[in-house]
């Protein structure tokens, strides 16, 4: 035994407890306040500062919100709120201000006198953004003055001073994110947009503008403006714009029901899917929870009774479930809760058990008025619904018969799977890849042990216009369920994705780099947004990206992935000479490289770029998807139009 000496390196005491002060448990792991320091956490600065302008809207004090991207990828945001208040802190013994800007979980949204309800899912706020940003600027107008501090770090470089007089009131941040923290530090316009527009609907009446100053020189600034006056409205309009509509106009609910104001609007159209998104304070609910099972419980009941009254159910011979109700049903909800309490996998999904009712009630309320209202619409709805569990039975059939093929024929994997050696799922990846050359090629190249290739063979069905059997009876189809070992249907929703088989925590999508491959990459997309979303979300799903040139000149080779990185390098292997003698090979198909090259560039773990496939925004995705890959033309072909010369749909 031996014994510690105060010396020893391996002593365990108070000294080695390391308290950190202030924010530097932010800087030191800022993944548990952000989600992570990647792309994500870098656009949820963003998003906390705005929710501190949001937070004033709701309070009824702020009608504009201004979002600036600066050349140097830092943010402004200006709001015409109160303004965070200056005077001393009576027990802090500083500016409020800098409380606020500098003491995690400081602020008015603390004191339900100040804020009822109010958005950010853990309250870290503002001075989160702070500690992550190497300078930050705050400038406040209010009782006529403008004060200000700046920060590095989170750290105050002065105190709280007045830098001028000002006739308006309301705040202003400035931020750099710093680079040190942040894998990616460049702010993407459309991801911000997408937020900005969502949050323009969920809070009607309050306009927000996102302007971009990284341009050329001499081009005009790229700048939108959000403003709705018909929120939810207006929402479900915008999301099912590119899908036929069933009824005219949605069907709105608003309404307060034990303190908790209930607001939702659902549209049904001619399609298959429900597309439902729910938000708690302006926080999108991926997960769903009380409130949206509020409102499905209020939904079949009252639908259900109303089919019943009518005799519109007599010839049924099967049951209705909850399911068919919300075939084709496009809905949005949004709930106010002053102290929201959050579970699930990623916290996303609404705990409180009061809101169901409170939804319930709301509903069942404005929808049995609607239905006595409008009979013509009703029976459209309830016919729909009776389509609806038909398709079911049917689709259950289907699915049965995908999941009943490992019983019949042993492992029940697709002849075409090379399966690997290892059968842990977290180390496993699959390759889903276009063609059966160039699955030949992948299984040549591959590592046996821990890589899966399985071939599909042309475009799969499109899953946005198939009745659900027809998925389920599409052999490509068939064969991804079997390959990953997920099923449809659990004991307690009949629909969900279970995923306690699956085979495979990398799932590569691997396509030609040309239209074919984009369009069927977009198809595998889909069916994985629409029927495994669950696989997006836990971030299990990745694109490969194979080079688009192979560059040479004598002996020398470099692989390219884009036109920039191929200019460069021809370039640089001329070495001052004729461009002319250097080689391109412009690679159009995965098939064209032999299975060294195809696993050095796109395959090997240490060498390959893998894009990961993440749902930062469900309604906008939803949006995206229908529009498309959709029945309708004129949307699709406005959006190539406007996007033809930059999109990248993968991106």
Same mark, same amino acid.
């Given at each position: ?115 009822? /309800?109010? =958005?950010?899912?853990? %309250? !870290?706020? +503002? ?6 940003? &190497?300078?930050?600027?705050? $400038? ?112 709105? /609910?608003? =309404?307060?029901?034990? %303190? !908790?104001? +209930? ?6 159209? &001619?399609?298959?899917?429900? $597309? ?376």
């Amino acid at each position: 035994m031996s014994t510690e000496t105060a010396g020893d390196k391996s002593n365990y005491s108070a000294e080695n407890i390391q308290v950190l002060e202030g924010l530097e448990a932010v800087r030191k792991r800022p993944a548990m306040y952000i989600g992570d320091v990647g792309f994500r956490g870098l656009h949820h600065l963003v998003y906390e500062v705005v929710d501190n302008s949001i937070d004033e809207a709701l309070a009824g004090y702020c009608k504009n919100i201004e979002v600036i991207i600066h050349k140097n990828n830092a943010i402004t945001v200006i709001d015409d709120g109160r303004g965070i208040p200056t005077g001393m802190h009576p027990k802090e013994g500083k500016s409020a201000l800098e409380v606020v800007m500098t003491v995690l979980h400081a602020g008015g949204k603390f004191d339900k006198d100040t804020y009822k /309800v109010s =958005g950010g899912l853990h %309250g !870290v706020g +503002v001075s989160c953004v702070n500690a992550l940003s &190497t300078l930050m600027r705050t $400038n406040v107008h209010r009782e006529g003055k403008v004060f200000q501090q700046e920060y590095n770090c989170g750290k105050p470089m002065y105190d709280v001073k007045v830098v001028g007089e000002s006739n308006r009131t309301g705040t202003t941040q400035y931020f750099e994110p710093d680079a040190s923290i942040f894998i990616h530090t460049e702010y993407k316009f459309d991801t911000l947009a997408a937020r900005m527009r969502e949050l323009a609907y969920l809070n009607r009446g309050i306009r927000i503008t996102l302007r971009d100053e990284r341009v050329e020189e001499g081009a005009p600034l790229k700048e939108e403006s959000y403003f709705s006056e018909g929120g939810l409205r207006e929402f479900v309009a915008y999301l099912d714009g590119t899908r036929e509509k069933l009824i005219p106009e949605p069907i709105y /609910v608003e =309404g307060e029901k034990g %303190g !908790v104001p +209930v607001e939702l609007a659902f549209q049904y159209n &001619t399609g298959y899917a429900e $597309n439902l998104h729910s938000y708690v304070n302006n926080i999108n609910t991926i997960e769903g929870g009380t409130h949206v099972a509020g409102f499905r419980r209020a939904l079949t009941r009252v639908l259900k009774g109303y089919a019943e009254k009518e005799g519109l159910l007599k010839n049924v011979k099967f049951d209705i479930s909850g399911d068919d109700f919300r075939e084709g049903m496009t809905g949005v909800i949004s709930v106010k809760v002053q102290e929201p309490q959050f579970e699930g996998q990623t916290k996303t999904k609404l705990g409180n058990n009061e809101v169901m009712g409170a939804v319930d009630q709301c509903v069942g309320d404005v929808l049995g008025n609607y239905l006595e209202e409008h009979p013509k619409e009703a029976r459209t709805i309830v016919n729909k619904v009776i389509l609806a569990a038909t398709a079911r039975h049917a689709a259950r059939k289907a699915r049965e018969m995908v999941q009943r093929k490992g019983a019949m024929s042993g492992s029940g994997l697709p002849g075409k799977l090379s399966d690997c050696s290892e059968t842990d799922p977290s180390l496993c990846e699959v390759y889903l890849v276009e063609g059966d050359s160039a699955g030949g090629t992948a299984k040549q190249g591959r590592n046996r042990a821990y890589q899966a290739i399985l071939p599909l063979r042309g475009k799969i069905l499109n899953v946005e216009k198939a009745l659900e059997h027809k998925i389920y009876e599409n052999e490509e189809i068939k064969n991804i369920f079997t390959a990953l070992g997920v099923t449809i249907g659990t004991p307690e929703d009949d629909k969900a994705l279970n995923l306690t088989k699956l085979r495979y925590h990398k799932i590569i999508i691997m396509t030609d780099a040309d239209v074919d491959g984009s369009h069927i990459r977009t198809l595998i997309l889909t069916l994985f947004f629409r029927y495994m979303k669950a696989l997006i979300e836990f971030g299990y799903i990745y694109i490969a990206q194979p080079p688009l040139y192979l560059v040479k000149k004598g002996k020398e080779e470099e692989y390219c992935w884009t036109e920039a990185q191929r200019d460069e390098t021809v370039l640089r292997l001329a070495k001052g000479g004729n461009p002319d003698s250097v080689g391109i090979q412009r690679y159009k198909g995965l098939g064209e490289m032999n299975a060294e090259q195809l696993w050095s560039t796109t395959m090997n773990p240490e060498t390959r770029t893998l894009k990961q496939v993440t749902l930062e925004s469900a309604a906008e995705a939803d949006h995206i998807f229908s529009m498309l890959m959709g029945d309708e033309v004129p949307p699709r072909r406005e959006f190539i139009e406007a996007n033809a010369k930059y999109a990248n749909i993968d991106a």
